[in-house]
């Protein structure tokens, strides 16, 4: 009788299951596409370009970066620079947040998922922008305000060691690996969830890939130091 009902309940079952899933990948998608969109808008490349007539990525390391935009041009629109990649992350955030909320529940880990999920977006959209020929930053300003809003616990362990590092060493690109490579460990001791897990290894992994560049010139003594004085 129990394999007669199994048997008349499986295709209900496997119908289900199907709804669950292409439901699932759909507000995956809702959240995915505003947060890349979002992360495309990258304040170095826009500042420059649009208001300086003058493309960052073809000034000194050609990253379009808070650190490269301040050594190359410095001045108040650094200030624009920071909000633009801030704001971005904030939004992306959020509205992963709010889709979630909307849409399965704020209950138990789904706000974190969508916090991470969004974060993985907006980071991506950052590094490779659509609108700027895929060539943008490496995610650290936008990657830390990330931090922030997933945990101030993560954002602690992050931002610390950051700091840290980058005022003892005043190598901005020692702190940034850093914060790459303790983004997965932070979030396993906040969450213990595997699939937080492995979220956070695929964003610290980004993170550490773009700065493989700067990590060569780390371990060759030929990586610059930063300085408050913008390079003449």
């Known amino acids: 009788m129990y394999d007669k009902l199994t048997e008349l ?6 119908f ?6 292409a439901y699932l990948l759909w507000i995956m998608a809702l959240i995915a596409v505003p947060a890349y969109l979002l992360g495309c808008f990258n304040g170095a490349v826009i500042v420059s ?3 300086l007539r003058d493309d960052i990525r073809t000034h000194g390391s050609g990253n379009a970066g808070l650190t490269n935009f301040y050594r190359t041009f410095g001045g108040p629109l650094t200030l624009g620079v920071i909000l633009c990649d801030v704001i971005k992350a904030v939004l992306s955030i959020l509205i992963g947040v709010l889709i979630v909320s909307m849409t399965i529940g704020s209950n138990g ?5 969508a916090k991470y999920w969004a974060g993985l977006w907006c980071l991506l959209g950052h590094m490779f922008p659509c ?6 930053g490496k995610g650290i300003l936008s990657g830390g305000t ?3 809003m997933i945990d101030w616990r993560i954002a602690l362990v992050v931002w610390g060691g950051f700091i840290l590092l980058a005022v003892l060493t ?3 690109s020692l702190g940034s690996c850093w914060a790459g490579a303790s983004f997965p460990f932070a979030t396993w001791f906040v969450y213990q969830d595997v699939i937080l897990l492995v979220l956070s290894i695929v964003i610290g992994g980004l993170i550490l890939y773009m700065h493989r560049g700067n990590i060569k010139r780390l371990l060759t003594g030929t990586e610059s130091k930063f300085s408050l004085h913008k390079k003449a």
Do not use: L, W
């Open 9 to 14: 309940f499986r295709p209900v079952y496997a």
């Open 16 to 21: 289900i299951m199907a709804v669950s899933a």
């Open 49 to 51: 370009k649009y208001i």
């Open 109 to 113: 880990m789904y706000g974190a998922y």
């Open 131 to 136: 609108m700027f020929h895929f060539k943008g």
């Open 146 to 148: 990330i931090a922030i």
């Open 170 to 172: 005043r190598y901005v």
